[in-house]
Nanobody
Framework: QVQLVESGGGLVQPGGSLRLSCATSGSIFSLSIMSWYRQAPGKQREFVAFITNDGSTYYADSVKGRFTISRDNAKNTVYLQMNSLKPEDTAVYYC?????????WGQGTQVTVSS
């Protein structure tokens, strides 16, 4: 059974940083474009960033220049380094493939940006 487990969220002040991790099973990781998504309260889940097998990346305009996605193929893990965080970045963050597979949604990790 494929599992994606997100971690690293928390409460941070505006302008702060967090690094999220997503551990996956190797059966999907090695073959997949991996992506981060987020869902803010009362809003639909939205795309944040993706990374291909060879390291090419793509970002939503709202996070470009502040967030960095990376992957460690040996550890089957994808990361999201978030800098210069804003209150509007508050959301539950999820990882999945790109495009997302509905069977792979995990619990997510809560990120709250507040003073």
């Amino acid at each position: 059974q494929v599992q994606l487990v997100e971690s690293g969220g928390g409460l941070v002040q505006p302008g702060g940083s967090l690094r999220l991790s997503c551990a996956t099973s190797g059966s999907i990781f090695s073959l997949s474009i991996m992506s981060w998504y987020r869902q803010a309260p009362g809003k639909q889940r939205e795309f944040v960033a993706f990374i291909t097998n060879d390291g090419s990346t793509y970002y939503a305009d709202s996070v470009k220049g502040r967030f960095t996605i990376s992957r460690d193929n040996a550890k089957n893990t994808v990361y999201l380094q978030m800098n210069s965080l804003k209150p509007e970045d508050t959301a539950v963050y999820y990882c999945n493939t790109w495009p997302p597979d509905p069977h792979y949604w995990g619990q997510g990790t809560q990120v709250t940006v507040s003073s």
